[in-house]
């Protein structure tokens, strides 16, 4: 027993310590470790840049073996080695974690001032500065006459919009209809002129990037590409805005790695587009994933829409899934409309007729224009 009546162990040479002294010194020694932890933290960062600065990978398990070794050929102390090893990994299991925290926060796709003020520009169609744009027309391009109809009524919209269509098409079945191709192209490119409309379509592969991007005002990857790493690249080369699809396998963070691509490859126009991610739901194509606008929202400046379309499969729950995910902060919309669906050579059963597309519209409240437009 102490002095004051509490157990305490016997100093080395003097009286024993009182609990009260052991625990001062206990708060000094976890302040000296802090210290000295904070202070490993801060050569591990100087470590990260220098590594970064250099091309180097930023995790070395044989590094952390060698640190072990010493560790434990010095120590001395009630610890077993078992347990020093064990102290160590979470310091090196904290320290990663530091580094991939500081690594996630320098990615461009993070930086605030990445969207300018007046939002990402297709033409004169602003997405992210306020208003939901709308993302509309057929799954694919079929005719001259087709896309007309389409475009004309779409044009009478008095909201910004963006006029879609397929002219390559990554059908699932290989003998399933594959789009026009660079038919298709021209006919979206000049139907879309006669109406004042922008477009949007999509770009398959690296072969055919010129190609698209001579036709197109904004260039779109779908879910089956959002992993192609050589096709991101080679779009951040382009000077035109990419829509960028999720996959419908990828996470939020992989979408968002993906836009990655693309901006450290010199294009920050990116619009990343939820589209619904495959579950085990069969009631619906895919599962929207109405969540991922606010995560996305949250990780990035980067405009977020919603293609109902693919996501759904179905035309009857698009207004509650429309409303709801507007509600959680998307920037805008993609819908399949066509004026036949029952003869369309590609999705018929999800696409909206030109009644089905208007009365979606007006139950969104999109129908009138937004005060001060
Ligand atoms: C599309 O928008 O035409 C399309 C094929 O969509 P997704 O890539 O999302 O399946
Ligand atoms: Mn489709």
């Known amino acids: 027993m102490g002095e004051d009546g509490h157990p305490g162990t016997p100093a080395a040479d003097g009286p024993e310590a009182t609990l009260?002294?052991?625990?001062?010194?206990?708060?000094?020694?976890?302040?000296?470790?802090l210290a000295l932890l904070q202070a490993r933290a801060q050569v591990v960062v100087d470590i990260g840049r220098f590594k970064q600065g250099h091309g180097l990978d930023p995790y070395d398990p044989r590094r952390e073996e060698e640190e072990l070794h010493t560790v434990i050929d010095t120590m001395g102390g009630p610890f077993a080695p078992a347990d020093v090893r064990e102290i160590f990994r979470s310091i090196f299991r904290a320290s990663l974690d530091l580094m991939d925290r500081r690594r996630r926060q320098?990615?461009?796709?993070?930086?605030?001032?990445?969207?300018?003020?007046?939002?990402?520009?297709?033409?004169?169609?602003?997405?992210g500065a306020g208003t939901p744009v709308l993302f509309a027309g057929p799954c694919s391009v079929e005719t001259p006459e087709q896309m007309e109809r389409i475009a004309a009524h779409l044009a009478r919209y008095p909201g910004p919009?963006?006029?879609?269509?397929?002219?390559?098409?990554?059908?699932?079945?290989?003998?399933?209809?594959?789009?026009?191709?660079e038919e298709g192209l021209v006919i979206l490119?000049?139907?879309a002129r006669r109406f004042g409309l922008v477009t949007v379509t999509e770009v398959l592969d690296?072969?055919?990037?010129?190609?698209?991007?001579?036709?197109?005002?904004?260039?779109?990857?779908?879910?089956?590409?959002?992993?192609?790493?050589?096709?991101?690249?080679?779009l951040g080369r382009i000077g035109k805005p990419v829509l960028?699809?999720?996959?419908?396998?990828?996470?939020?963070?992989?979408?968002?790695?993906?836009?990655?691509?693309?901006?450290?490859?010199?294009?920050?126009?990116?619009?990343?587009?939820?589209?619904?991610?495959r579950t085990f739901e069969p009631w619906t194509r895919n599962t929207l994933d109405v969540a991922s606008v606010p995560l996305l929202k949250g990780e990035t400046a980067l405009p977020v829409i919603v293609d109902l379309s693919h996501a759904l499969g179905r035309k009857d729950i698009m207004l509650p899934c429309g409303r709801a995910v507007l509600a959680a902060g998307a920037d805008g919309l993609m819908v399949e409309v066509h004026d036949h669906?029952?003869?369309?050579?590609?999705?018929?059963?999800?696409?909206?007729?030109l009644a089905g597309?208007?009365?979606?519209?007006?139950?969104?409240?999109?129908?009138r224009p937004a005060p001060g437009r």
């Not at 919009?161 to 191709?181: D, E, S, V």
């Not at 669906?341 to 007729?353: E, H, I, W």
């Open 20 to 33: 009260e002294e052991l625990r001062v010194r206990i708060d000094a020694l976890n302040a000296e470790i």
């Open 244 to 277: 960028l699809k999720r996959g419908f396998m990828a996470t939020v963070e992989e979408l968002l790695l993906s836009a990655e691509y693309i901006l450290a490859h010199g294009n920050e126009a990116v619009v990343l587009c939820e589209r619904g991610i």
């Open 106 to 127: 320098a990615l461009h796709v993070r930086r605030t001032d990445l969207v300018p003020a007046g939002g990402i520009l297709v033409g004169d169609v602003a997405i």
């Open 341 to 353: 669906p029952d003869q369309a050579l590609s999705d018929g059963f999800q696409q909206l007729d």
């Open 161 to 181: 919009k963006i006029l879609r269509a397929g002219a390559y098409k990554p059908r699932t079945n290989p003998y399933a209809f594959q789009g026009l191709r």
């Open 189 to 191: 490119r000049d139907i």
């Open 357 to 367: 597309f208007d009365e979606l519209v007006a139950g969104l409240g999109l129908d």
């Open 206 to 234: 690296v072969s055919t990037l010129d190609v698209v991007a001579a036709h197109t005002d904004m260039l779109q990857v779908g879910a089956r590409n959002m992993y192609n790493t050589e096709l991101l690249k080679a």
